[in-house]
């Protein structure tokens, strides 16, 4: 993914605050893979760093991109979020992110963009848990299926070997379960 792409994305969903993360934003070609999409993002504080909060449809991702070091990326799968709240003060505000027993919280964030924030990884995050759930329905369901025709065609074997199917009886039965 290009820089350019990450800009436009992050045009398209509205963000509007990148105050202090210019570097976090440029490293985001190398951060991102190509199939994610940004949903919002912002700049905020995690302890004492200027951080760049980006969400994806997949992912929560934390960028710090030190004056003196490289860069550090710490990430919450949106399946792993279990919960976010958010306060607003006067001017700025905070969001919390709960991942298991870990809590991160991101200070410093302009006041509207907390509440949006918030909104858009509880959002982001029931909707990729949703694909989550139905591709496990599909797989569990393929698999029943495969045990439901595996089940058919010996019940058919059976009835070869006690000779109430002929042979072609039988395999034109299995063929069909199996739709070849």
Do not use: C, H, W
Not at 29 to 35: C, E, V, W
Not at 51 to 65: C, P
């Amino acid at each position: 993914m290009n820089l350019e792409t990450i800009q436009q994305q992050m045009i398209d969903a509205n963000v509007n605050d990148l105050f202090g993360t210019k570097k976090e934003v440029k490293a985001l070609p190398d951060i991102l893979s190509d199939d994610e999409v940004i949903q919002y993002a912002t700049s905020g504080f995690i302890g004492n760093s200027t951080v760049l909060v980006v969400l994806t449809q997949k992912r929560v991702i934390f960028i710090d991109k030190g004056l003196l070091y490289g860069i550090k990326s710490t990430e919450i799968p949106l399946d792993m979020v279990n919960g976010v709240s958010y306060e607003k003060g006067l001017v700025q505000g905070k969001v919390s992110v709960v991942n298991g027993a870990v809590t991160t919280e991101i200070t410093n964030i302009a006041k509207d963009n907390a509440s949006t924030l918030s909104a858009k990884i509880k959002e982001t995050a029931e909707s990729y848990k949703e694909v989550l759930r139905n591709n496990r329905n599909i797989n569990n369901t393929s698999i029943d299926n495969i045990d439901n025709d595996i089940d058919q065609i010996r019940k058919f074997k059976s009835l070869l070997d006690d000779g109430i199917l002929t042979k072609d009886e039988f395999e034109a039965k299995k063929k069909q379960i199996l739709g070849i």
